[in-house]
């Protein structure tokens, strides 16, 4: 099972690609796409559709995790990542990959055990979960390991309550 996860947004955006053979998960690759603020929201939508589209190509995942939009008191910005949402479903739906998404709360629960776990227990526990061998910058980049981290064990107890 590969899948290529996405913590949507405009200014960064997480992706990471994870893989499972058997119980073992590896982090194939992991990036924090970044926008420049000054450039027009459709030169940054075209930027991260692009990344999403070379991402599909290389590593041909069976699914696609996002993280669900978790509305900010900022109207404006939760509107712009919704657009960047449904750009990277169009992509996803033109590949012919599934897409799975996940709330915050399911993310951190898988991530950390804890719903309500912050972004530095979370970044902990991905540590110790998946080996990182670079050092990451931005929580974008950790959320959407949590995000493909989350999509695979959701699989794992898929299959295990149906066997």
């Known amino acids: ?25 590896t982090l194939l690759y ?5 926008t420049p603020a000054k ?11 692009a ?6 190509h ?3 995942p069976n699914v696609l995790a996002m993280e669900k939009l ?8 939760a509107m712009r990542v919704a657009e960047v949402r449904g750009a990277v479903l169009h992509v996803a739906a033109a590949a012919g990959v599934a897409v799975s998404e996940y709330t915050p709360g399911e993310v951190k629960s898988a991530a950390a055990g804890s719903g309500s776990a912050d972004k530095k227990q979370i970044a902990t526990m991905l540590h110790a979960l998946v080996k990182i061998d ?12 949590a995000v493909g981290i989350t999509h695979l064990a959701h699989c794992s107890h898929t299959r295990t309550q149906v066997k």
């Open 30 to 34: 992991s990036t924090c796409v970044e």
């Open 70 to 77: 978790y509305f900010a008191s900022n109207k404006t910005t």
């Open 51 to 56: 990344a999403c589209e070379r991402l599909l």
């Open 1 to 25: 099972m590969r899948v290529l996860a996405i913590d949507p947004g405009y200014g960064r955006c997480g992706m990471a690609v994870l893989e499972r053979n058997g119980t073992k998960d």
């Open 58 to 60: 290389e590593y041909h």
């Open 134 to 145: 670079k050092h990451i910058q931005h929580d974008d980049e950790y959320d959407a390991i």
């Open 39 to 49: 450039s027009d929201f459709s030169e940054r939508l075209r930027t991260v559709v």
